[in-house]
């Protein structure tokens, strides 16, 4: 497996980190914010969102598996559970891609659970045609086709997550 081609190239993605990083500093002014990175994928544009945060703001960061068997579904398993206690907290969860949106409708169930004073999602790269259980995803970067991507954050088989723009892999 090779790069074949660069789907969206670092400026682009620079841009609208800075982009949604102004819509949540203008919606969590003058508040306290636990902005919470799914491990591993979204290590990168934690880290680049974070530098422009202009907030009171903590993060944490958790690693989980979704499994999709029939049986099974609707289950997610914590890898690495959050550090702090986020009842009564404004929650940001900070994804790399929603694909089947399994993954974070699961995930924003189990932190609903924990009573924070309120729950948004961010996902950098969103694959909209083929969620199967949507959720709002309050800021998305780029919508993308169906096809398998690797570069900010995202992996195959561990490797490529250091690029920093998106592409696909053949
Ligand atoms: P979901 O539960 O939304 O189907 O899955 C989300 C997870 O699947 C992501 O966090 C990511 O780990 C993985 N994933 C989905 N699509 C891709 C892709 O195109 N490339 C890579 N590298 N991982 C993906």
Redesign the pocket.
């Known amino acids: 497996m090779e790069i074949s081609k660069v789907l969206i190239s670092q400026e682009e993605i620079e841009n609208k980190v800075s982009e949604l990083a102004n819509e949540i500093n203008s919606k969590y002014k003058g508040e306290e914010l636990v902005v919470i990175g799914?491990l591993k994928?979204a290590f990168i544009v934690v880290s680049d969102l974070a530098k422009q945060l202009d907030l009171d703001v903590t993060f944490d960061f958790m690693s989980i598996k979704?499994y999709y068997g029939s049986e099974s579904t609707g289950q997610v398993k914590i890898v690495k559970d959050l550090e702090y206690d986020i009842t009564d907290k404004n929650v940001l969860i900070v994804?790399?891609?929603?694909?089947?949106?399994?993954?974070?409708s699961n995930l924003k169930k189990l932190l609903e659970s924990r009573n924070p004073k309120s729950i948004e999602v961010f996902s950098m790269f969103v694959?909209k045609e083929v969620?199967q259980d949507p959720i709002e995803i309050n800021y998305s970067g780029f919508e993308i086709g169906p096809?398998?991507?690797?570069g900010y954050g995202?992996?195959?088989n561990g490797k490529y997550r250091e690029l920093p723009y998106l592409a696909v892999l053949a």
């Open positions: 799914i994928g979704s994804e790399d891609i929603y694909d089947t949106g399994l993954t974070l694959k969620a096809e398998f991507v690797v995202l992996d195959y």
